[in-house]
């Protein structure tokens, strides 16, 4: 499936959209959120409240077409693409660049949290129409081990990265910060939008296989052992 050259390129394509399409539709299932009873909470931050309150008022008709939870659990929904695209990426940036030592390890880790989480966005979102039902809570509970290994698989394999002389560097350092950048992240939007620093890094990547001329014009292809 990921051995066709033009496929590889569509994988990457697909990547760098879904990448600007969670930045954007991201945000306004965070404005979603703030809506909810549970996500009241998050405008207690003082930064997340600041941009906030103006857009749910700006977007108010995006917002209120339904009850904040069945609104708040469709925009959801974007995430799963999202989600998968960057995945499948990482799958062919991995085959592309013949890892070995640490940074084999890296990708297994990083891999399993990204396949892991795409599953624990579907129970989320998915599997609820219109409001919560009782699987709900178990959905979170099988979300949570995929965001650890996304968190420590992506910090992993940008350091080796890193080490290995990835180019261009970017997505590299994305990956390597993907922990304080979540963090700094949430105190601005939602959940879902910590994943957009390692949606970023394998979007960039995806663009530049897309634009490649030939087949080792590859993201790693010159990777020194």
């Avoid at 051995?3 to 404005?31: D, K, N, P």
């Avoid at 579907?122 to 979170?140: I, K, L, S």
């Avoid at 939008?193 to 790693?220: D, K, N």
Wanted: proline residues 5%; hydrophobic residues 50%.
């Amino acid at each position: 499936m990921l051995e066709s050259v033009e496929r590889q390129r569509t994988i990457g394509r697909f990547a760098w959209v879904m990448a600007w399409f969670g930045l954007v539709a991201g945000q306004l299932h965070a404005l979603a959120r703030h809506n909810t009873v549970d996500g009241k909470g998050d405008l207690e931050l003082p930064l997340t409240r600041l941009w906030s309150d103006p857009a749910r008022s700006a977007l108010k008709p995006l917002l209120d077409w339904a009850n904040p939870d069945a609104v708040y659990l469709t925009y959801g929904k974007i995430w799963l693409p999202v989600f998968v695209a960057f995945t499948l990426c990482a799958f062919v940036v991995r085959r592309r660049r013949g890892p070995v030592g640490f940074e084999k390890w890296a990708w297994r880790v990083a891999l399993t949290g990204y396949v892991w989480a795409c599953v624990g966005v579907f129970c989320d979102y998915w599997t609820q129409f219109g409001t919560y039902n009782a699987f709900f809570e178990t959905a979170f509970l099988i979300t949570l081990p995929g965001l650890l290994l996304t968190l420590i698989g992506s910090t992993m394999l940008g350091i080796a990265l890193l080490r290995r002389g990835l180019t261009p560097k970017l997505p590299a350092w994305l990956l390597a910060l993907q922990i304080p950048l979540a963090v700094a992240i949430g105190q601005v939007t939602s959940m879902g939008s910590m994943a957009l620093p390692v949606i970023f890094a394998f979007g960039i990547l995806g663009h530049q296989m897309a634009r490649e001329r030939t087949y080792m014009e590859v993201v790693g292809a010159t990777t020194v052992a």
